[in-house]
């Protein structure tokens, strides 16, 4: 029978649209998270990062907010662009006594329309 | 610098053959990470290494998979025998600082086991 795999929630935003990838994470004592693209073909790469004990942390083009009250991250892309069509995962840091463990959520694909 | 190197990009191969993936990282680094990704599962952490010690390797599915660092450059990971449960994309990272910086991704091994 067929495989059911998980399903990545899909974004679809238009050219030059500012985009909004939510991600929930699920460890309160998480104090590092990491927003990474994945492009089809390819390895996560880096984008943004942000520790617990700030709220906002900003790039080139990406802002990250975190919400530690409900454990929220997002990543905010302004003026998106066709080679943000990617894949999009937050990660955090569960403190599970190693320092370097990360745990990746599932991913939202970003599709940018022209 | 030329990035994480993983070899081979593609592995094709039969069920119940060893199959050996190979990963060289990034110059300088101290920690690397061998994560697997799946439509089902998505990425997961297999297992990590500091200063070429094992230091959690709960990720490992089970006694078939095997993970070595010999030196500083150069990291095996072994599935003996493979499965076709076994067929994903297998990822080497490395990193500097632990959890608290960000990770470099290589571009990544597809295996296939028939």
């Known amino acids: 029978g067929e495989s059911v795999g998980l399903h990545l929630p899909t974004l679809s935003v238009q050219e030059g649209d500012n985009s909004i990838i939510n991600c929930a994470y699920s460890n309160s004592a998480s104090d590092y998270f990491i927003w990474y693209k994945q492009e089809s073909g390819k390895g996560p790469q880096f984008i943004i990062d942000i520790r617990s004990n700030m709220d906002k942390r900003q790039g080139q083009r990406v802002t990250v907010l975190l919400n530690k009250t409900v454990k929220h991250l997002s990543l905010q892309i302004a003026a998106t662009q066709p080679g943000d069509s990617a894949v999009y995962f937050c990660a955090e840091n569960p403190l599970t006594g190693t320092a370097s463990k990360l745990t990746f959520g599932t991913g939202t694909r970003l599709q940018v329309t022209l | 610098d030329a990035g994480v190197i993983q070899s081979p990009r593609h592995e094709v191969t039969e069920m119940g053959q060893e199959v050996t993936l190979r990963c060289k990282p990034i110059?300088?680094?101290?920690?690397l990470f061998w994560y697997r990704q799946t439509m089902m599962r998505g990425l997961e952490l297999l297992i990590y290494?500091?200063?070429?010690?094992?230091?959690?390797d709960s990720g490992m599915p089970e006694d078939r998979f095997s993970a070595k660092m010999p030196n500083a450059s150069f990291s095996t990971l072994k599935i003996q025998p493979s499965e076709p449960r076994d067929s994903a994309v297998y990822f080497c990272a490395s990193s500097t600082v632990g959890g608290y910086n960000e990770q470099f991704f290589g571009p990544g091994t597809r295996l296939t086991v028939l």
């Open positions: 110059s300088g680094h101290d920690y």
């Open positions: 290494f500091n200063n070429n010690v094992p230091i959690d």
